[in-house]
């Protein structure tokens, strides 16, 4: 008699991303309770299980849910609504979103997380404002998150607004402390400006929490907002490794903290964050954009891609951040990929639960098609998917084992509610642009 289980999923291939493993052809997956059950030959797991549903997708390939290690989501209304037209002229996409409020996070986030479940995105790194909204919206769209908390120093708000943010960071810690889908890390923001005590505050309550955390190193958003004065002459790569060294020196640079570069990052700073332990997130795209650079690989899964504002570069596009990272890079197909799936989930600190197809782990998966490119050998099915595949191919997609995507259709959102979104806050945000 056959075992029961809740989903079976047959692709063509199977693209575990474990270090080790390369793809699959004719493999299967089964799921239960919101896990990977099963993974082997499709005829050994067909005779074993008896599925409630039974996924058959014959030209596609099957790997783990692709994991954005660094967004702002509720910014992708800023671009829907085409304001502002740069991302860098006054004012900001950082400033706007804040006049407009809570409501423009909550709508933001939902709006971003439709477009990255399209996408093949099922957990994402947010860094904005009124992270108590966005990590309700992530958990309520059963989507997985890591939500910032920010810690920022503004120009004579000193101590006493350090404290109310960290009061509110270790709520929001005590809040989702059980929740198997968001977790939370700090992130300092202008770092540049925060002075020595502030850091020091935030190292020893991320201490006390057992809390990761995350900084830019050289955001043209952070450098606007921060208090410190800096002369146009001076090189961002120079500023970035000086802030490195002082967190070198207060004790930030270690295991479970994540530089984030939207920039070029000069190699011996690279070297640096390599050296004791922690991680780096690159954002292919936007540092093109600012001039190129290259994409470190740091041992043990430690180099995580993002996609940073969708104001600056457009929609959320892994597998396009991967390509990039590739041919900047020299990377193969099968690196690139592991990026933004088993390299993302680890500098996340969620490599225990996703970022690779493995018994055990929960089911984020994410099949894209692959008819159009004719794959016939599974050796190259890799540089199929990187190289041949855009994020419309994306064709399903389950988070915890629920569908969240079939077929191409988006579920559990209302399309017409989603389109209503960018004009009405185009609208609101020329309304606050103007105040």
């Known amino acids: 008699m056959r075992e029961p289980t809740d989903l079976l999923i047959e692709p063509r291939w199977l693209l575990p991303m474990t270090p080790a493993s390369g793809a699959h052809e004719g493999y299967a997956v089964a799921v239960e309770a919101g896990r990977i059950r ?10 074993r299980f008896e599925p409630r549903t039974h996924v058959l997708r014959e030209h596609h390939a099957l790997l783990p849910g692709l994991v954005n290690a660094h967004t702002r989501a509720s910014h992708a209304l ?41 996408a093949g995105i099922t957990c994402f790194a947010d860094l904005g404002s009124h992270p108590e909204e966005a990590a309700r919206i992530a958990s309520a769209a059963q989507m997985r998150a890591a939500i910032a908390l920010p810690v920022s120093e503004p120009a004579g708000g000193g101590a006493e607004n350090v404290t109310a943010q960290l009061a509110r960071a270790e ?91 939207v920039k070029a990052v000069d190699p011996r700073d690279v070297e640096l964050i390599a050296r004791e332990g922690a991680a780096l997130i690159a954002c292919p795209q936007a540092s093109l954009r600012a001039g190129g650079g290259t994409v470190a690989l740091l041992e043990g899964q430690r180099t995580a891609l993002g996609s940073d504002s969708a104001v600056a570069v457009g929609a959320f596009d892994l597998l396009a951040e991967a390509r990039t990272a590739a041919l900047l890079s020299g990377f193969s197909a099968a690196a690139a990929l592991r990026l933004i799936t088993l390299g993302g989930a680890t500098v996340l600190g969620l490599q225990a639960h996703i970022g690779s197809l493995e018994r055990g782990k929960v089911a984020d998966l994410t099949c894209i098609d692959l008819q159009s490119l004719a794959s016939r050998a599974c050796a190259r099915v890799e540089d199929a998917v990187l190289f041949g595949a855009t994020r419309s191919e994306v064709s399903d997609v389950w988070t915890g084992g629920r569908a969240a995507v079939s077929a191409g259709r988006l579920l559990a959102f209302d399309s017409e509610e989603l389109a209503d979104l960018p004009p009405h806050w185009a609208q609101r945000l020329k309304m606050a642009a103007a105040a």
């Open 171 to 261: 709520r929001l810690w005590d809040e989702y402390r059980s929740d198997p889908r968001i977790s939370l890390f700090f992130a300092p923001l202008a770092a540049h400006g925060l002075s020595d005590g502030t850091l020091t505050r935030v190292r020893r309550v991320a201490d006390e929490l057992d809390a990761r955390l995350a900084l830019c190193l050289n955001a043209e958003e952070e450098f606007a907002e921060t208090a410190l004065q800096v002369r146009d002459a001076t090189p961002r790569t120079a500023l970035s490794g000086a802030l490195l060294q002082r967190l070198h020196a207060l004790g930030l640079l270690r295991p479970g903290f994540a530089a984030i570069a």
């Open 78 to 118: 800023l671009r829907a609504a085409a304001l502002p037209a740069g991302g860098l002229a006054p004012p900001l996409p950082a400033e706007l979103a804040q006049r407009a409020g809570v409501d423009f996070v909550r709508d933001g986030t939902r709006f971003a997380i439709a477009e990255m479940l399209r």
């Open 38 to 47: 099963a993974l082997g030959p499709a005829t050994e797991l067909r005779e």
